[in-house]
């Protein structure tokens, strides 16, 4: 399984782009960057766009990926829980902020909303997807996906605050895909907001270890641009300490599927920098993506 990083950001600048993931060229998760990262055939690759939750910065390329399809007389398959596809039908493709793709072509819809349950696995382009709620907004899941062989490859969270073992139970993963988006110092923006600090990942790969008795390989996307270096540091202590491998994602990056998941050396691969952003954090504005 190839898994590419489209974006890693949970801000968008010149050299950062919001978070998507890319799975042998044909699904989609989460869609922050999808268009802005794929030629018109590569988009015409895709078969699947799974979305973990309706905040901005993961659904922005959907109506731009709808119109591509559209346009190039094809079709993706849009999935997430029913409230999240409400919500990108209301908000987004609502026949005023852009076309009702859902609705157009009649005789074949560009967008295909297919509704997922909590702890249903359902098949989705070969692949069995399982949703498991995570800590964020009311219906943001994360996405279990497990290969052809039956093999649980990876667990990607989406936004989500610190995880237990009631969410870790449904999950066996050789590779964890989930955010760190402030450091330390703006832990109460993260605790109001639902987003993780090192301290928060922390705290929840200990829940995954004290459980499964193991820790999967971890790839860390969704930082804030402007403290990444911070994060990175906080994170590094983290991976030291627990013995863990966290490999800190960028754009384009593949990430690495360990086989068999096995608890590596404590180490923290620094992902690329997000080099020439240099707004400083000042006041505490309310992150809300
Ligand atoms: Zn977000
Ligand atoms: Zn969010």
């Known amino acids: 399984m190839n898994i590419r990083v489209l974006g890693a950001h949970s801000r968008e600048t010149a050299t950062t782009k919001y978070t998507s ?28 766009i799974l979305v973990t939750h309706e905040h901005y910065d993961h659904v922005r390329d959907i109506p731009a990926i709808a119109l591509n399809m559209f346009r190039e007389c094809s079709s993706i398959q849009v999935c997430a829980t029913p409230e999240v596809l409400i919500a990108i039908e209301t908000h987004l493709l609502n026949g005023s902020i852009y076309p009702p793709f ?16 909590p702890y249903e696995p359902v098949e989705i382009c070969g692949y069995e997807v399982m949703p498991v709620p995570v800590n964020h907004s009311a ?19 989406g936004d989500t605050g610190p995880l237990s073992a009631e969410c870790w139970q449904h999950l066996s993963p050789q590779l964890l895909v989930t955010e760190t988006t402030f450091p330390a110092r703006r832990a109460s923006v993260a605790i109001r907001t ?6 928060g990942l922390h705290h929840s790969l200990i829940a995954f270890r004290q459980l499964k008795a193991y820790l999967p390989e971890v ?5 804030d641009p402007a403290m990444e270096t911070e994060t990175a540091q906080e994170i ?16 384009n990056m593949l990430l690495p599927v360990p086989e068999p998941a ?17 707004e400083r954090e000042t006041a505490a504005p309310a992150c809300t993506g």
């Open 102 to 117: 859902q609705d157009m072509p009649q005789e074949r819809p560009s967008i295909r909303f297919t509704p997922v349950a």
């Open 21 to 48: 993931l890319l799975v042998d060229d044909v699904l989609a998760l989460d869609a922050g960057s999808l268009a802005s990262s794929l030629s018109i055939p590569a988009q015409k690759r895709l078969k699947a």
């Open 194 to 199: 639902r987003h993780l600090t090192p301290s």
């Open 219 to 223: 790839a860390v996307v969704h930082m």
């Open 236 to 251: 590094a202590g983290v991976a030291g300490d627990l013995g863990a491998s966290i490999t800190m994602a960028h754009a």
């Open 139 to 157: 219906h943001a899941v994360g996405y279990q996906v497990t290969d052809a062989r039956g093999k649980a490859v990876f667990f990607y969270t």
């Open 262 to 278: 096995v608890p590596a050396a404590g180490m923290c691969r620094q992902g690329g920098p997000a080099a020439s952003y240099t």
